[in-house]
């Protein structure tokens, strides 16, 4: 149980942390906390310092902001004019569908190729392979974005050029994802490719698959049977931490590609100095990290039997 | 150093060293450029010409909205991509070294409490904390590399703990103990240089990240404004013009740049990485 | 586990390879499928004439009272009192009477009287008094009415009466922008702050707002069923909402929208060319009425300082500014503001370049730089450290007033926020210096003639606000004393020679707005005002026969 009361920690600075950034920074502090979209007299002002706390001791008011996260009260956006967790809310299914589907076919192509690239001998398509995914690796994922909008939307025109979906039939939105997902996943991919090569790489080195080879067992057997599950641990690891990568990459992605979700949220937030937003995004995204990390070190300790027995 | 001795392992070394030097000369092209900028470049990338000239005799790649030349821009560009990637680096190097070095050697509470510290950062989402600070503060490159510099410790601070791990474990560590040198100086004449190796290639691949990175927030117009950025670059490309009437000389060589930079480095980090994996008899 | 190592020995056989690749064709061949090359909506609705306008002016939320350019968009659908003419006159809208009493202190409307909510109940004065009520109360960008309008009252059913609390001229020319609230539905909203209705919203122009829907980027108007006026030839319109101005560029020449629309904008001007390629394209090429000015913090030092901003007037290199801003579609201006487009122009002396002039006024004001830093002191001793605010689409011109201003040892630093944050700050005075476009509207409200944006006495609606001096407000209310010709043409006059010898604010220039439009429709109308988008456009326009 000490793993939860670690996660539980993490979460508890960490949400701390979005407590104390607007407190900290330089400006006006009602500003810091409403944004700057707000219009108030002065008189209004004392009132407005009143309704937000901000004439109370800090303790009291750290207090009631936790109040607030625990029944997910973030807040109201006057530059949106809903509640935060409401235009949060809205903007999350899209990217939600963006990042799924990236992070279901980065994870499976990288993980696998990785796999089976690392297994493998030197030879030529093997370096080709590797190149390739170490090309991708280099390219910022919004250049890449860049480069397949200006090449298949701009010049050649089959695909879309902006929007989640204009007609909304299933073909339609498809057309709308395929070149996002694409750039997403080929990012992604590349990581996974790279650490799960360099994972079985390390994992051929070591004892147990002589002793498989011994039994009589073939290559391939050898690999999917002992050494993926093996390798694959700091993949889990990694699709877990990699939840922080992929929403600043979806962030850009839905930027080149005109997307109007939670990435381009944050940068609208951003330019209009939307704090409650921003902080309310920056909270969000924090739990779903943690929570993420929670459930691959449990996926990790079911895989791993020596990691249960630590417990 | 008092590090045993291993058999090393020839062979494919000269596969290998083909790809480090080619990672060597890239990295030191733009080594040279950014730090020879102003000789090199045709024109200073701060003087106005007229816009949205395509290339020329005059203008290698044609000039941007505002007439500065493109090339020069580029040229002065790996300044701070080198910078911010260094800068960042060092910090995230240094911090993780400590981190992982102090927890690897004292164990006990002060791995407890440090390791913590480490999952809070490492769970902590880096990029939406950097637009969050740069919507209150003023961008600037130092804030931008003081800033990832003080996310981006924490793989190093775990993989250093490790080999620290195994390191104060070893029998010539123990007996500095027993000859009774202090603390400090078994950490630092002892274990540090055992970590090295390790170190090196994970410091290269912060540098690729933190270029990365300050492209990206470049892009989204975050960046300093009083230095030319790769990343800027593309930004004023992608927001005037630049797409729409087929400019690929503007946003493209940025592009390029980064890439063959970020590609540089990567291949110094993992060429060392394999080098070192060779001597041990691993790959 | 078992089940996992079978799995995993499964997907690994080499024969899957192939069923693989199978799978992907299916999966692309349809998405590769060309599709309709032409916008959607044609494709869907063969026989329906849809107007596509095209904008990268972003709507923040489907909020038409308080959102900075839903509400311009809903001018369509919930029209305001009085409308401008395309000759640049204004006129009754929803009011088709106006009666002022001798000393303007006593407004009558009379309203049209067959007009009617999309919903089905007809316009009356209750909805007027409503909306004027509801925009004094609530709306933030509305404070002159609450230092105007003393009561609202309905004398019938189509008559509303103002009865205002000092003489005001204007009253009518201020309704030009205000749209019509249907009583029956925002009477029930009390924090228009917090609302959001993306589905119909009740109008009663000659459409309707059907959706907002903000994830694809379209509002969709739909024609009134219940509107009685012409009726007009095209069934539906479509505003389509960029974030890119690049992609909108290119839509527009693909034919995924028709016509270009940004309030008070002028097309990007480097994207010309490629659509002048388009022969498909016609253009309507304007002489704005309003222009692109650098603002004053007039209240601090050393903007309050007459010299300083002579000074910084030479330092500014307006032929540059023409060059790379607007590509040459503009005309360096005079001190006196005013483009000639404006009604009652006067010729006031140009402005100049000259940097060394600049320099020699800082030295001679006191704005030496005696640590030889670079950088001019003020008069406090402390370095001239100014911060610049601009809206992101003025980026590159902050620039160029940054370079121009360090030349003669003036340091800026640039913020870029969005336009109702930019619109927060400059009302709270938190710059010293500013871009600013004016608007055509912005140059006729209170007193007209540009004095809306600087007269402090009007504050609110993203105006400076930041003259105090009381010769100005003379003058203004000179302006705000009359309606006579002669009497406003002299007034008018002394409000540009004020500009010229005070310099408020500093023109940078005078710009050409350049709007295309696909001629696949005719019988395009513009005004001033709101450009393409206006009702009697909409009324006008018509799908071009063959």
Known sequence: MKKIARYLLALYIIISINFFIPRLMPGDPITNLMGEDYIASQDSIDALKAELGLDKPLLVQYVTYWGDVIRL????????????????ASKLFWTTVLVGLSILFGTLFGAILGALSGWGKNDPKNKILTTFFLWIYCIPPFFLSLIVLYVFAFKIGIFPLRGFYETGTFTDIAKHFFLPVLVLSLSLASRNYMIMRGSVIQEKGKLYILYARAKGLLNRGILFRHVFKNASLPLITLVALDIGFIISGALFVEIVFSMNGMGTLIFDALLARDYPVLQGIFLIITIMVVLANFLADIVYGIIDPRVREQR | MRKPALPRQNGSAQKKSLTSLLAVVLFLVFFILALCANIIAPHDPWERFDPYLPPSAEHWLGTNDLGHDILSELIYGSRVSLLVGLGAAVLATAIGLSVGLFSGYYKGVTDEILMGITDVFLMIPRIPLIILLAAFLKPSFWIIALVIGFLWWTSTARVVRSKSLQVSEMNFVLSSKCLGFSDMHIIFTDIFPNIIQIVIPKFMLTVAAAMITEASLSFLGLGDPSMKSWGMMINFAFTKGGLVNALWWWFIPPGLCITFFVYSVVLLGYSHEEKEQAALGIG | MQFLNQVSQILGKKSFKKIYILIGLLILIPILKP??????????????RILRIGTSDRVRSANIFLDSYMSVFAQLSNPPLMKMTPDGRIVGQIAKDIHSSSDYMRW???????????????????????????IRDRSPVAGWMKDTIDTVSISDEKTVILQLKRPYTRLDVEMATHGLLPKHIWQSIDTPMQYINPGENVGCGPFFIQKIDLNRGVILFAQNPFWKGPNPKIDAIEVHIYQNIDVLSLALDKGEVDVFYNYASSYPYQNLKKIRANSRFDFIEKLSTGLIFLGLNLGKAPMSDLRFREALSFAINYREIIKLDSLGYGKIPNRGLLPPSIEHYKDTTPLEYNPEKAKQILDDSGYGDHNSDGIREAHDGKNLTLTLLVRPVHARLAELIQDYLRSVGIKTTTKSVDTSTWINLKDRYRYDLTIARTTPWGMIVHAGWATGYFDSRRTGEGVLHNIDDPKFFKLCDDLLSTRNKEKLR????????????????????????????HTKFQGWLTNPLYGIFNIDNFLNIEPTPN
């Open chain 1, 73 to 88: 009260d973030l807040g109201h956006s006057l530059h949106f004019h809903t509640e935060v967790l409401q235009i949060i």
């Open chain 3, 490 to 517: 002299y007034s008018a006059f002394q409000v540009q020679d004020y500009y010229n010898s005070q310099l408020p604010a500093i023109p940078l220039y005078w710009n050409v707005f350049v709007t295309p439009f």
């Open chain 3, 35 to 48: 599709g309709p090359r032409v916008g959607y909506g044609i494709a869907k609705n063969q026989n329906k």
């Open chain 3, 108 to 134: 009558e409307f009379h309203i049209q009287g067959d007009l009617y909510w999309s919903d089905g109940g007809s316009v009356t004065a209750e909805d007027v008094k409503f909306t004027i009520e509801y």
